[in-house]
């Protein structure tokens, strides 16, 4: 590996000062013999040994979403790496301090109808931080980046797809010409699972060569003992009686948030009341509204919470009977595989990337896109059947800390960015 890549100026006079003050008057001519050339390899190694590759996250905000979330988790589970961190929004957000708590973070905001002034500060910024890779984290976003790369003398940028980009933009042309105008100064993509890998080859025609699969990752045993906290104090409390059903998903277009109201609409119809609680800020004020509304209209507003941004998810998730992940698009899934470490049965739209995460149906119950009958249903089902709960919990419990624990995750960037 070359002594750039390593982040280290072979000119550096310093070093080269104190070794030659090491050496007798007879060696300070610099002999090039092979027993010289040895001793000086093996005292540049030995002051290399504090080195870091350098590492640059470029990310859109830090607000607390599950993609901020999956980069500062990989972050923290790669220490032996200098990270730093740019982020493109006006808002420092609710994550910049743990952010800075772990990595260098820097501002350069995108200003709408600005493109090149952004490309320019970019790329500036990106020569005086003198990365030896770029993670750009926004798929399409990480044509620009891999042009101010380039420009920047950057040696290697990948791009992060953590969505299905088609569905994202509503469109295939535009992602697909994002990503081949980025090839050449890209050197690949990461996709977050096997679903969007397919999308990218499939849908974009990128190459299968240029892609890396690199799976999503949680802390499945902190997000275990804290999921027992929370079921702890929950039996403590008098509760209502009523089976607790929770979404953690951010309010936004691509989730389902009305099919689960509709399905509490339908389960007390049928007799039963069961609790609905929504966590995760709104995307728009007026969406969460229109929810609000909604559940007045079905006659459930009694049943239904809306609990904001929380930071006790996993507590929140232990002390529910079942999670629910109602959606119209899905990259991963970050919030089924925390509901898998939690212990809790989960509830997925039938949408390729959560087929995959719960293995076909074995780790979950998985019902049709927007199809609140089916919903209601499978609530019921897990509800009545204790040994069905059972067994998708031990079998989630089994996949999520085999293949989706963070430091599988760590491992495979870990990989990435040390090829």
Same mark, same amino acid.
């Given at each position: 590996? =070359?002594?750039?890549?390593?982040?280290?100026?072979?000119?550096?006079?310093?070093?080269?000062?104190?070794?030659?003050?090491?050496?007798?008057?007879?060696?300070?001519?610099?002999?090039?013999?092979?027993?010289?050339?040895?001793?000086?390899?093996?005292?540049?190694?030995?002051?290399?040994?504090? !080195?870091?590759?350098?590492?640059?996250?470029?990310?859109?905000?830090?607000?607390?979403?599950?993609?901020?979330?999956?980069?500062?988790?990989?972050?923290?589970?790669?220490?032996?790496?200098?990270?730093?961190?740019?982020?493109?929004?006006?808002?420092?957000?609710?994550?910049?301090?743990?952010?800075?708590?772990?990595?260098?973070?820097?501002?350069?905001?995108?200003?709408?109808?600005?493109?090149?002034?952004?490309?320019?500060?970019?790329?500036?910024?990106?020569?005086?931080?003198?990365?030896?890779?770029?993670?750009?984290?926004?798929?399409?976003?990480?044509?620009?980046?891999?042009?101010?790369?380039?420009?920047?003398?950057?040696?290697?940028?990948?791009?992060?797809?953590?969505?299905?980009?088609?569905?994202?933009?509503?469109?295939?042309? !535009?992602?697909?010409?994002?990503?081949?105008?980025?090839?050449?100064?890209?050197?690949?993509?990461?996709?977050?699972?096997?679903?969007?890998?397919?999308?990218?080859?499939?849908?974009?025609?990128?190459?299968?060569?240029?892609?890396?699969?690199?799976?999503?990752?949680?802390?499945?045993?902190?997000?275990?003992?804290?999921?027992?906290?929370?079921?702890?104090?929950?039996?403590?409390?008098?509760?209502?009686?009523?089976?607790?059903?929770?979404?953690?998903?951010?309010?936004?277009?691509? !989730?389902?948030?009305?099919?689960?109201?509709?399905?509490?609409?339908?389960?007390?119809?049928?007799?039963?009341?069961?609790?609905?609680?929504?966590?995760?800020?709104?995307?728009?004020?007026?969406?969460?509204?229109?929810?609000?509304?909604?559940?007045?209209?079905?006659?459930?507003?009694?049943?239904?919470?809306?609990?904001?941004?929380?930071?006790?998810?996993?507590?929140?998730?232990?002390? =529910?009977?079942?999670?629910?992940?109602?959606?119209?698009?899905?990259?991963?899934?970050?919030?089924?595989?925390?509901?898998?470490?939690?212990?809790?049965?989960?509830?997925?739209?039938?949408?390729?990337?959560?087929?995959?995460?719960?293995?076909?149906?074995?780790?979950?119950?998985?019902?049709?896109?927007?199809?609140?009958?089916?919903?209601?249903?499978?609530?019921?089902?897990?509800?009545?059947?204790?040994?069905?709960?059972?067994?998708?919990?031990?079998?989630?419990?089994?996949?999520?800390?085999?293949?989706?624990?963070?430091?599988?995750?760590?491992?495979?960037?870990?990989?990435?960015?040390?090829?």
């Amino acid at each position: 590996m =070359s002594g750039r890549a390593l982040g280290y100026d072979t000119s550096d006079r310093l070093l080269r000062t104190q070794w030659r003050s090491e050496q007798s008057d007879q060696d300070d001519q610099y002999d090039c013999g092979l027993a010289q050339a040895a001793r000086i390899w093996e005292y540049i190694q030995d002051n290399m040994a504090d !080195k870091k590759l350098r590492v640059v996250h470029v990310l859109g905000n830090l607000n607390r979403g599950g993609l901020q979330l999956r980069v500062l988790n990989l972050i923290r589970h790669l220490p032996s790496f200098a990270h730093s961190v740019v982020f493109q929004s006006t808002e420092k957000g609710p994550l910049y301090a743990h952010f800075a708590g772990v990595a260098d973070v820097q501002q350069c905001v995108y200003h709408r109808g600005h493109t090149f002034d952004f490309f320019r500060r970019l790329t500036g910024l990106l020569r005086k931080t003198g990365p030896d890779v770029v993670l750009a984290h926004l798929f399409g976003n990480h044509t620009l980046v891999s042009w101010a790369g380039f420009l920047a003398g950057v040696p290697r940028t990948y791009g992060v797809s953590a969505n299905d980009p088609v569905q994202y933009s509503r469109s295939v042309w !535009k992602p697909m010409a994002l990503a081949h105008a980025a090839r050449p100064f890209c050197r690949g993509e990461v996709a977050v699972s096997e679903a969007v890998g397919r999308i990218l080859t499939s849908r974009l025609h990128l190459p299968t060569r240029r892609i890396r699969v690199v799976p999503n990752g949680c802390s499945t045993g902190e997000i275990a003992a804290r999921a027992a906290e929370g079921r702890n104090a929950a039996a403590q409390r008098a509760q209502s009686g009523n089976a607790r059903v929770f979404m953690p998903s951010r309010i936004s277009p691509p !989730k389902a948030h009305a099919t689960a109201l509709r399905a509490i609409h339908l389960l007390r119809g049928e007799g039963r009341d069961v609790e609905l609680s929504f966590a995760g800020g709104a995307l728009y004020e007026a969406m969460q509204a229109q929810l609000e509304s909604l559940a007045d209209e079905l006659a459930i507003r009694d049943l239904v919470q809306f609990l904001g941004v929380r930071d006790d998810v996993p507590e929140l998730m232990g002390a =529910s009977d079942i999670v629910i992940h109602a959606t119209r698009t899905e990259g991963f899934g970050m919030v089924v595989i925390e509901a898998m470490a939690a212990g809790v049965p989960v509830i997925a739209t039938d949408v390729p990337a959560c087929r995959e995460v719960l293995d076909r149906g074995s780790c979950g119950l998985l019902v049709p896109l927007e199809d609140a009958p089916a919903l209601a249903q499978a609530i019921s089902k897990i509800l009545d059947d204790e040994a069905l709960r059972a067994q998708l919990v031990h079998a989630a419990s089994e996949r999520v800390r085999a293949r989706y624990d963070v430091s599988h995750m760590a491992a495979g960037y870990a990989e990435l960015l040390l090829a």
